[in-house]
């Protein structure tokens, strides 16, 4: 079945430091590929999506590019703020039959001043 | 306006309860579904509902039983709480096929 393996955390980063959160995904055909954020207490959050490969997603400084020929879709950012401390998701859709997601298990990003 | 709410945010209850958690969207989506977020922040799906039908199961125990009234509703109840239901569970709605999910912000669930 499908699945999508994140790299572990915490992670931890001081302010403006340069973030990368791996994110590989094992899927048949071609998913649609998205990053998720939930800040403490909340529910989820669409961070940014690729729906096919080559694509690039991009929200808030964050951007991931859509690799098939590396199954990955790695989030970047250039300079993290504090407020960016969350809890971030990569997950994949196959779309149809009730579009389901399947998330990976989450990289928590601590950033410091 | 939420456009994903849920009530009670918090639920402490003891082992062998029955208890229910709602969720309701505004956003006009036709798709429903309710994931369950462990102690280590791993998300899986338990339910998804189409127009009041439901259209994923996930190896769920039929202690749970989910009950979409109207594409706007999507309830969960849940027989003879265990301790390993202690969970969030996170409700979400999306258009069918459309890919991004907006979630609720989570029920905890804690039983003693």
């Known amino acids: 079945g499908d699945s999508v393996t994140q790299m572990e955390g915490p992670v931890t980063l001081s302010e403006e430091a340069f973030l990368t959160i791996n994110c590989t995904y094992t899927?048949?055909?071609?998913?649609?590929l998205f990053w998720y954020v939930q800040y403490p207490g909340e529910g989820l959050q669409l961070l940014l999506k690729?729906?096919?490969?080559?694509d690039k997603g991009s929200n808030k400084g964050f951007e991931a590019t859509y690799r098939k020929e590396t199954t990955s879709f790695h989030l970047e950012k250039g300079s993290v703020q504090v407020s960016d401390s969350a809890v971030y998701f990569c997950?994949?859709?196959?779309?149809?039959?009730?579009?389901?997601?399947?998330f990976g298990t989450g990289t928590q990003l601590k950033v410091e001043l | 306006d939420t456009a994903v709410s849920q009530t009670p945010k918090y639920l402490v209850t003891q082992m062998g309860n029955d208890k229910s958690i709602k969720c309701e969207q505004n956003?006009?989506?036709?798709?429903m579904y309710w994931y369950k977020q462990d102690s280590k922040k791993f998300l899986k799906i338990m339910f998804s509902?189409?127009?009041?039908?439901?259209?994923i199961n996930e190896t769920v125990p039929n202690r749970f039983s989910p009950k979409s009234p109207d594409k706007a509703h999507l309830n969960l109840h849940i027989n003879s709480l265990e301790l390993g239901d202690s969970a969030v569970y996170f409700c979400?709605?999306?258009?069918?096929?459309?890919?991004?999910?907006?979630f609720g912000e989570g029920s905890r669930l804690t039983v003693l």
């Open positions: 956003l006009g989506h036709d798709t």
């Open positions: 979400a709605s999306s258009q069918a096929y459309a890919g991004e999910l907006f």
């Open positions: 509902y189409n127009n009041k039908e439901l259209i």
């Open positions: 899927a048949t055909g071609y998913p649609s």
């Open positions: 690729a729906t096919k490969a080559d």
């Open positions: 997950a994949l859709s196959q779309g149809g039959g009730g579009n389901k997601l399947t």
